[in-house]
């Protein structure tokens, strides 16, 4: 357990990317997301330019464009949702093959989906390149008060103790007998999830202790040692990323 | 794990509202975090995350709505306020929150101020003071408890999509026109459903806990009538 579960959006390869300290990259990436959200919509070539950026980081981590676009459709609803507006708003209407849209609509999908999705793939990158428990220690780095990375650190431990248990009572079930199949194991599920709950509580209640009894204090060893903390270089070269995006931003800002 | 998210992502509510909103986040978090520093002991610490893993893995369960595109999952606010309480409660959704947003891409990190106001903050007051007045009026027996519990559930889930209302009134991107209040009755009618779920996993979940160890139960413990609470006994043998 110590070695740190890594995710399932975690890509185990060695890269400069991975090398990163968490704090600058959970940092860098923040910013980005800010300076793309903030850039006005009209200007299409600035989004180009945060694309390009993306590639670069993503070709610099290896990560390949297949991966990160299948992993992308987590915002679906949110494209679909964005492909209404054209229909639904208000204002100055145009005519794209034969259908009256809304100015305005037309706008607000390409900002909802060019943002939405750049904001995505930073994120998928940050996930590809840091395991959960770095990330927690870039928390702590960052000045996150205790008691968040606390509960964020067991979080993460006890989703492995939930779907273990869970797998151990389904186990149980079909061993007495149970047929779970499709829709119909949903009953069994239900009638399950509370006792599912305390199970899970008592198991995480005695790693908990176990983690007690030799020496946690509600931090992990890796911030308080401070062994692999980011170096002023890290920070410069995570800092590119950040300021080129934000002299776009800016830029974009000052020409509309 | 591909799912579909509910959360905010970026670009849907403008710039300078998702700041407002992640000021207010900031400074509610930080209340919470001075509150919660003295609620969380060797008890409430295992059971915040085991509430905040709880309610990240039943958020990945979503429901697909009609065709319109939207959808929507449980929010798990009562759950942490029955639990661990309001402020840690209010802690562990947005942990889940930001965990979600920093690894998952769900939700947009500029909009993490909006989606931790509508379902960390909106959605756990919500249920708090559904519970605590709820409590009062209702007999302490596990129906109770359950009935207690799918209510605040249910409203809770209500309420943090209006907020989304709210602030797509306040700041949205695109101007609807007079669709807003469809808007309105859309996702205040989804949240129906998906409330119904949520009272359900809920109160099965809380009834459980509190049939079997009442002790785990904030609310139980926090809302009991003036008596003196009775001695815990400690769990696991070791301290």
Known sequence: MGAGHAHVLYRDIPSPVHRLAPEVKIAAMVLFTVAVVATPREAF???????????????????????????????????????????????????????????????????????????????????????????????????????????????????????????????????????????????????????????????????YLAMLSRGYTGRMPAVWQGSDAATAGQWAAAATVPFVAVTIAATAVALT | METLAMHISNGIINGPVAGVFAAVALAALTFCVLRGRRDLDDRLAPMAGLVAAFIFAVQMLNFPIFTAGVSGHLLGGALAALLVGPWVGALCVSVVLIVQALVFGDGGVAMLGLNITNMALLGTAAAYLLIAGLLRVLPRTPTGLAVTAFVSALVSVVVASQGFVVQYWLGGTTDLGGNLAGLAGTMAGVHLLIGIGEGLITATTVATVAKVRPDLVYALRALKPATAPAPVPAVGGVR
């Open chain 1, 45 to 207: 070539w600035a989004f180009g330019g945060y694309a390009v950026l993306v590639a670069v980081v993503a070709a610099l981590a290896r990560v390949g464009p297949r991966w990160l676009l299948l992993r992308a459709t987590i915002e679906l609803p949110f494209v679909l949702f964005a492909v209404a507006l054209p229909f639904l708003g208000a204002g100055a209407r145009t005519d794209v093959a034969g259908l009256s849209l809304s100015v305005d609509g037309l706008h607000g999908a390409w900002n909802i989906v060019a943002k939405g999705t750049l904001g995505v793939l930073a994120s998928l990158l940050l996930a590809a390149t840091t395991t959960t428990r770095d990330l927690i220690v870039g928390l702590d780095r960052l000045r996150c008060p205790q008691i968040i990375t606390q509960i964020a650190t067991f979080m993460l431990r006890y989703l492995d103790v939930l779907v273990g248990e869970a797998r151990r009572m389904r186990v149980a079930r079909i061993s007495r007998g149970d047929d779970p199949r499709f829709l119909w194991q949903l009953r069994g599920f239900a009638a399950g999830v509370g006792a599912l709950f305390l199970r899970a509580f008592e198991r995480g209640e005695r790693v």
